[in-house]
């Protein structure tokens, strides 16, 4: 699973401002990540609103069996990561089932 991209991840500079610079999600860890997602919520880690407390814990164990040096937690990298996938993911499963969103013109033709 080092790929390039997992490699650069690791190397993660500190900018001028003291800050770490962003971590960079390979392919491969992407995957794994949404395979363990899947298995958690198989598992009865989903509930009807949302998921159980603890389901980032889980997560962060089963990835770190998976990618042992990866660094990954639970906070902040997982969380905002599927914060990140939601967005996303939820944006364009609106667009797909045509849900009007709040605030975004439709598209007008120009004669």
């Not at 991840?9 to 001028?16: N, P």
């Not at 998976?66 to 990140?84: D, M, R, T």
Request: with cysteine; hydrophobic share 35%; net charge positive.
């Amino acid at each position: 699973m080092d790929d390039d991209a997992s490699k650069r991840a690791r190397r993660r500079e500190v900018k001028r401002d003291g800050k770490l610079s962003r971590r960079v999600w390979s392919t491969a860890k992407e995957e794994v990540s949404l395979e363990y997602l899947r298995e958690t919520i198989r598992t009865g880690w989903k509930s009807d609103n949302g998921f159980r407390s603890g389901y980032l814990g889980v997560l962060e164990i089963l990835l770190n069996k998976a990618c042992p040096n990866s660094g990954l937690k639970a906070e902040p990298h997982l969380s905002s990561k599927i914060h990140v996938w939601k967005k996303t993911y939820g944006y364009i499963n609106d667009m797909m089932a045509g849900v009007v969103l709040v605030g975004v013109r439709p598209p007008t033709l120009f004669m």
